[in-house]
């Protein structure tokens, strides 16, 4: 059985005063294995970040299911959302999403504090991923006292640190200089070696090339699929690059 099942998923969503309607999802259906490293694309508007926001149970869909370990995420009582999603997600996004007034450190803490974990139980999980991605010298500094790299490891941790069923990442180097996009996609990889299942959602063709396939969204479907295999991350982005050509109808 897969970790994440999508099935028939469509979004509409209506203005309140217009009464217009607007489609963004017609009819989506996919699935990531356990231990999957996943990238969505699509053109902007094509509805890469609603699905993923119904994935997540923050968006309800229109109609259709999303089943996350066999378990019907539309099953889940509206009292116990936010615990399952703290517990089955991690999320990475485009601007960071750290709290300004806690240290790195303690936005990292931050997911295992409001699961009551213990004080040794969270230090013992959080110094060894912090090293890991190279920020355990800045935990105490605060997210404006860092570099946007910095920032986006600083998330990932937070993100990785309850050991997620399945990891979302929403242009997660969207706001990154090209250093800091290669630094912050090497980690994915390392987190993704770990056993870590992760589903990105992305524009940039360098970071779906460090993905294991790449699934391509036209008119609020599911259009088409590339997967890596043996190729070099330099192999598999002119692989991406060939299919983007023919899914925007021969334009980058």
Same mark, same amino acid.
């Given at each position: 059985m897969p970790l994440l099942e999508v099935k028939n998923v469509k979004k509409i969503y209506s203005t309140r005063f217009s $009464? /217009?309607? &607007?489609? !963004?999802l017609t009819d989506v259906n996919l699935s990531v294995d356990? $231990?999957?490293f996943v990238a969505i694309m699509g053109e902007s508007g094509s509805g890469k970040t609603t699905l =993923? /926001?119904?994935? #997540? #149970?923050?968006d309800d869909a229109t109609s259709g299911e999303v089943f996350l370990n066999g378990t019907n995420i539309k099953d889940i009582k509206e009292n116990k959302l936010a615990e @399952?999603?703290?517990?089955? @997600?991690?999320?990475v996004f485009q601007e960071f999403n750290l709290l300004d007034t806690f240290s790195i450190g303690d936005n990292i803490r931050l997911p295992l504090v409001l699961d009551d974990r213990k004080a040794a139980e969270i230090d013992d999980k959080v110094i060894p991923l912090a090293?890991? =991605? $190279?920020?355990k010298e800045i935990l105490d500094k605060y997210p404006y006292e860092v570099a946007g790299g910095q920032k986006q490891r600083a998330a990932l941790c937070r993100a990785a640190v309850m050991n997620p069923s399945l990891l979302l990442a929403d242009e997660p180097t969207g706001s990154l200089d090209s250093k800091s996009t290669g630094e912050v996609l090497h980690l994915f990889e390392e987190i993704h070696e770990d056993g870590q299942t992760i589903l990105m959602v992305t524009h940039s063709v360098k970071a779906a090339s460090h993905a294991s396939r790449v699934l391509f969204i036209k008119d609020g !479907? &599911?259009?088409?699929? &590339?997967?890596? $295999?043996? =190729?070099s991350n330099h192999e598999f982005y002119n692989k991406i690059s060939d299919s983007l050509q023919v899914l925007l109808g021969g334009s980058r």
């Amino acid at each position: 059985m897969p970790l994440l099942e999508v099935k028939n998923v469509k979004k509409i969503y209506s203005t309140r005063f217009s $009464g /217009n309607r &607007v489609t !963004a999802l017609t009819d989506v259906n996919l699935s990531v294995d356990e $231990g999957e490293f996943v990238a969505i694309m699509g053109e902007s508007g094509s509805g890469k970040t609603t699905l =993923l /926001n119904i994935i #997540a #149970a923050m968006d309800d869909a229109t109609s259709g299911e999303v089943f996350l370990n066999g378990t019907n995420i539309k099953d889940i009582k509206e009292n116990k959302l936010a615990e @399952f999603r703290r517990k089955k @997600f991690g999320f990475v996004f485009q601007e960071f999403n750290l709290l300004d007034t806690f240290s790195i450190g303690d936005n990292i803490r931050l997911p295992l504090v409001l699961d009551d974990r213990k004080a040794a139980e969270i230090d013992d999980k959080v110094i060894p991923l912090a090293s890991k =991605l $190279g920020i355990k010298e800045i935990l105490d500094k605060y997210p404006y006292e860092v570099a946007g790299g910095q920032k986006q490891r600083a998330a990932l941790c937070r993100a990785a640190v309850m050991n997620p069923s399945l990891l979302l990442a929403d242009e997660p180097t969207g706001s990154l200089d090209s250093k800091s996009t290669g630094e912050v996609l090497h980690l994915f990889e390392e987190i993704h070696e770990d056993g870590q299942t992760i589903l990105m959602v992305t524009h940039s063709v360098k970071a779906a090339s460090h993905a294991s396939r790449v699934l391509f969204i036209k008119d609020g !479907a &599911v259009y088409h699929q &590339v997967y890596k $295999g043996d =190729l070099s991350n330099h192999e598999f982005y002119n692989k991406i690059s060939d299919s983007l050509q023919v899914l925007l109808g021969g334009s980058r």
